[in-house]
């Protein structure tokens, strides 16, 4: 195994191919295959002599739905429709996949969004779940995606919301003035991914110490870690590990 | 000539400040209250006893009175959810059942719905690993609720409910240890499946306690219910109503003891709890009192179901069949105290070379999920527990996120304490339940 120090950029492996989704217009279907859907050793530098590091897989992709979105999906995105007068510019796309409905909104337009599906008679998502970031690189260029999973307790319904904002101007509207739950997880979004929810009431790092530089869980951050020496011989730390991809 | 032409009183944002010029000290004195002026900033935690981990509270007092509660959190981040990144699908429940280390087979369970979601394999899970996992989650249940019960009731000074909780908890972690090999950390439910069926000594174990745990119960009541101390303790404490509990996102017991009756298991039902019979307990009040009949009552219905479950259990595998994504169950340990499977060893070395193969495949390699994204929601001891796993197609979680509840729920101990006895943020604060290890992760 060589050390992690020697490996280079291209071992002889061919150029990464730009995976689907790849657009930078809508928002990424698929995250990028690791290194972007190339060889299967995830090894840089040593030479792959198994005639699979030219390997590249197709990527199924995520189309945008069709109606009718089946279940109750066509009665959410009719009423969101009825109740928002600008649902044609803020929905950028509306995604169904694996029994799971999924707006994408245009990030300016979130707290809108949001304030009607939580007001909304025939919405009612009264509880945000969960809100939690994901980092698209190389994927799309608003590589930094803010997933917001709301539930509707009278209705049953469970909608997930989805915006993206590039890495250099990354900032769209709080939400924590519509469900106040959000002040920590949007704390937590912008703590691990450098999302800037405009209008929270405190933005501070809240997992990380408040003087920590860089956003942990960005895929450009590195995991870090020390090799480690077990019975004479190193093993290095998880993220230089040679290892299928 | 006025007294205040010998003092004048400007407001800043440190509070009244008086520019003294001499001779006015009665002045000076009336224009101040000694007993509500005076407010002290105490720093509690982050190691403290009461504090379940290390929760740090920054508290402003006025007397005994909380005017206001910041928490401060993040001191037990370990970084779970990017180190799943760099492992494979099937090591991320080694990692996730570290996060809440009381609930861990909660945490396993949403994990491994969410993998199997995005595998689309939900259809294949064998009945028999369905019926383990319900077993194994409301086992765990009563296991966080005694804890929560006896720390608790140790915070509020009842160090005798301290020890017997602890007790019986410790009798549900013999029944783990049976099953999973493990106390705590099990990574015992995995996508497709469980690592390893249970074993008949654990049914039989399991049935004792079915049978001891009601008198347990009785005797928990009877020394706390009708207790004037806990009584005074935590009736009317730590208020939050319904309204407050969904604005703040808060889920699970807390929600239930402001009287709605919201619990996944019913209303979103997941592993067949549906086909279940039990009840879902609620109380009015919305105060630490109320969270405590809500509990215990739950440990009584946790106890039904474990033993509908137990009734259902019945032969037949606990991993599904697809040879690419099952992990060669059923081990034993061998003479070097490892888990081997014998069977498997002599199939793979000397019958089959694909099953070597995929065994190799699987072991170094893991299993490729296909690209996309799912949440899943479940009922964990403290509220709603979710699962957001992000996939790009390949062996590895792109990016999984834990919606903690004690993480959430955490966010509404200054509306329960605010304005309330300093005491009380101690009662509010444990009614919540929060497991620091979860809420940093």
Redesign the interface.
């Known amino acids: 195994m060589s050390a992690p120090q020697d490996r280079t950029d291209d071992g002889g492996v061919p150029v990464p191919v730009t995976p689907a989704g790849a657009t930078g217009g809508a928002p990424a279907?698929?995250?990028?295959?690791?290194p972007a859907g190339r060889g299967m050793f995830g090894d840089q530098g040593t030479g792959d002599v198994s005639g699979y590091g030219g390997l590249v897989?197709p990527?199924?992709s995520?189309e945008a739905a069709t109606r009718p979105y089946g279940g109750y999906f066509d009665e959410v995105t009719d009423a969101l429709e009825e109740a928002y007068p600008a649902f044609g510019e803020a929905i950028e796309k509306v995604v169904v996949?694996?029994?799971?409905l999924?707006l994408h909104i245009r990030p300016e337009r979130i707290a809108e969004v949001c304030q009607v599906m939580r007001d909304d008679l025939s919405l009612r998502f009264?509880?945000?779940?969960?809100v939690?970031?994901?980092?698209y690189l190389g994927a799309d260029a608003r590589r930094l995606h803010v997933?917001y999973?709301l539930?509707s307790?009278t209705y049953?319904r469970?909608v997930?919301l989805e915006t993206a904002v590039s890495a250099e101007d990354p900032h769209l509207p709080s939400v924590t003035s519509v469900?106040?739950?959000a002040?920590?997880?949007e704390r937590?979004a912008y703590d691990m991914f450098g999302v800037i929810f405009d209008g929270h009431p405190g933005l501070t790092?809240?997992?990380?110490?408040d003087d920590w530089e860089g956003h942990?869980?960005r895929k450009d951050y590195p995991?870090g870690g020390v090799p480690v020496e077990y019975k004479g011989a190193e093993i290095p730390p998880?993220?230089r590990r040679r290892s299928?991809? | 000539m006025s007294a205040s032409n010998y003092a004048t009183e400007r407001e800043t944002a440190e509070g009244k400040v008086f520019t003294v010029t001499g001779g006015d000290w009665d002045v000076v004195l009336s224009g101040t209250d000694p007993i509500n002026d005076e407010r002290i900033v105490v720093n509690m935690g982050p190691q403290h006893p009461s504090t379940h981990g290390v929760l740090r509270l920054v508290l402003e007092l006025e007397g005994e009175t909380v005017r206001e509660l910041r928490s401060v959190v993040g001191y037990l981040h370990t970084g779970i959810e990017k180190n799943m990144e760099f492992r494979n699908w099937v090591q991320g429940s080694a990692f996730v059942t570290r996060m809440d280390y009381l609930a861990p087979l909660f945490n396993e369970t949403a994990y491994a719905l969410a993998v199997e979601k995005l595998l689309g394999i939900e259809e294949q899970i064998t009945e028999r690993a369905t019926t383990i996992r319900v077993l194994m989650m409301e086992l765990n249940r009563i296991s966080s609720h005694l804890v929560w019960v006896a720390t608790t009731a140790m915070e509020l000074g009842a160090i005798n409910m301290m020890l017997y909780g602890f007790r019986e908890r410790e009798y549900v972690l013999e029944i783990f240890e049976l099953i999973t090999g493990l106390r705590m950390n099990h990574a015992y439910v995995r996508p497709g499946g469980v690592a390893q069926d249970v074993p008949d000594e654990a049914i039989a174990k399991i049935r004792d306690f079915l049978k001891l745990m009601p008198k347990k119960l009785a005797e928990y009541e009877k020394m706390l219910s009708g207790q004037p101390i806990w009584l005074e303790r935590t009736q009317n404490v730590g208020v939050l109503d319904a309204t407050g509990c969904l604005a703040l996102g808060v889920t699970g017991p807390v929600l239930r003891s402001a009287g709605l009756a919201w619990d996944l298991r019913k209303t979103m039902p997941y592993c067949g709890y549906e086909t279940y019979e039990f009840d879902v307990p609620t109380h009015t009040d919305g105060d630490v009192w109320g969270r405590y009949l809500v509990r215990l009552a739950e440990i009584r219905e946790s106890l039904k179901l474990v033993e509908q479950a137990v009734d259902r259990l019945r032969p037949g595998p606990v991993m599904v069949a697809d040879r690419k994504i099952a992990w060669p169950a059923q081990l034993a340990i061998g003479v070097d105290g490892m888990g081997n499977s014998l069977e498997h060893v002599a199939k793979i070395m000397g019958q089959s070379m694909e099953s070597l193969i995929h065994h190799f495949k699987l072991v170094t390699e893991g299993f490729r999920v296909p690209p996309g994204q799912v949440y899943v929601g479940i009922e964990a001891p403290r509220g709603e527990l979710g699962v957001h796993a992000v996939s790009d197609g390949g062996t590895r979680p792109y990016r999984v996120h834990y919606r903690e509840p004690s993480f959430v729920n955490l966010q509404a101990l200054p509306a329960m304490a605010e304005g309330g006895l300093i005491a009380d943020v101690i009662a509010g604060g444990a009614s919540l339940d929060p497991v620091m290890g979860g809420c940093d992760r």
Request: aromatic content about 6%; cysteine-free; hydrophobic content about 25%.
């Open positions: 279907e698929l995250p990028p295959s690791s897989r990527q199924r995520i996949d694996r029994g799971e999924t009264e509880l945000l779940s969960s939690s970031g994901v980092d997933v999973q539930t307790m049953r469970q997930r469900y106040p739950t002040d920590w997880q937590e790092r809240i997992l990380m110490p942990p869980q995991l998880p993220d299928y991809q």
